[in-house]
């Protein structure tokens, strides 16, 4: 049950759950997710997390390419009251410790993306740490070399287990975001559900997104040909994205000439930094109206 009188990042999940019961509401490469099994992913995983021992207000620190998995695994944590902390994956293992330092997380989430933080891990580098689970499906010998867990095994299946809640986090928090901050070092800010869920409402409406319309396509952003196919193969219509993408993704159209994904797309949600003038006048398709919006998280 949700309580709706304070403001929680799950309350969205039973209307979710029922309004896109069986239609596809994420795709990841070649997996597709329900709304109904999208949110049933996300409360198994939240149960899992509470029986690993996981408390209200614990920090579990996240690192790794976009995904269904990924996004599962923000709103567990918000859940149960856990606090979310996003880690650049493109950090090395000693920028990665400075921020995970300032957080103190007790669980440590990666996939492919970090597999070169593993043997340093080992060092207990980061002493509060209690484990660390991989998104990924390593072998059986991965796991045990590197002594892993991961999301497969921490999901419960809910006919074991009674009615879940949600929790808060003291003082309501939620996500800790990093930036490079003024000195160069990761800095954290914490953000509360209720700033989290405003922030996210206000860009949807000028956006002009509607509710529960849309299927959110997840390629690995990294890879601009992966993102380039997936626009084009799903007809996506709407991108969220960041200057360093959208410029190559404007490359992409320069060689690709052909590229069919351009016509599909409607409009623009641009953050983590203005787009040059250069990148504002070459939108995938020069007679389409794209609009750019700027995010601050």
């Not at 950090?91 to 593993?118: G, Q």
């Not at 002594?147 to 800790?176: F, G, Q, Y």
């Not at 509710?211 to 990294?222: D, E, I, K």
């Not at 995938?284 to 794209?290: F, R, V, Y």
Request: positive net charge.
């Amino acid at each position: 049950m949700v309580n709706y009188s304070r403001a929680h990042l799950c309350q969205c999940l039973s209307r979710l759950a029922t309004v896109k019961r069986n239609s596809v509401v994420t795709i990841t490469g070649d997996r597709r997710k329900t709304g109904e099994g999208f949110v049933q992913g996300v409360l198994s995983l939240a149960r899992g997390l509470i029986e690993l021992g996981v408390l209200s207000g614990d920090v579990v620190a996240i690192s790794s390419f976009n995904s269904d998995g990924y996004l599962e695994w923000l709103l567990a944590v918000a859940y149960i009251g856990g606090i979310i902390a996003p880690i650049n994956y493109r950090w090395s293992f000693k920028e990665a410790c400075l921020a995970m330092s300032t957080i103190r997380p007790v669980m440590l989430v990666t996939d492919e993306s970090c597999n070169h933080w593993y043997s340093e891990l080992q060092s207990n580098a980061i002493p509060s740490l209690k484990c660390h689970v991989s998104l990924g499906s390593p072998s059986s010998d991965f796991i045990k070399r590197w002594n892993i867990l991961t999301a497969d095994m921490l999901k419960v299946h809910p006919l074991r287990s009674s009615p879940l809640n949600c929790s808060w986090a003291p003082e309501d928090a939620v996500i800790v975001c990093f930036t490079s901050g003024s000195t160069g070092r990761p800095k954290g800010v914490m953000i509360s559900h209720s700033a989290l869920i405003v922030q996210s409402l206000a860009k949807i409406a000028i956006v002009g997104y509607g509710l529960f319309a849309y299927c959110s396509v997840m390629p690995h952003w990294w890879f601009v040909i992966s993102y380039g196919h997936a626009n084009e193969q799903h007809c996506v219509t709407s991108l969220i994205t960041v200057p360093a993408i959208m410029a190559d993704l404007v490359t992409l159209i320069r060689v690709k000439k052909t590229w069919k994904g351009r016509d599909n797309i409607k409009k623009i949600l641009n953050g983590g930094g203005g787009l040059s003038i250069e990148l504002t006048k070459m939108p995938p398709n020069a007679s389409q109206k794209l609009s750019f919006f700027q995010l601050t998280e």
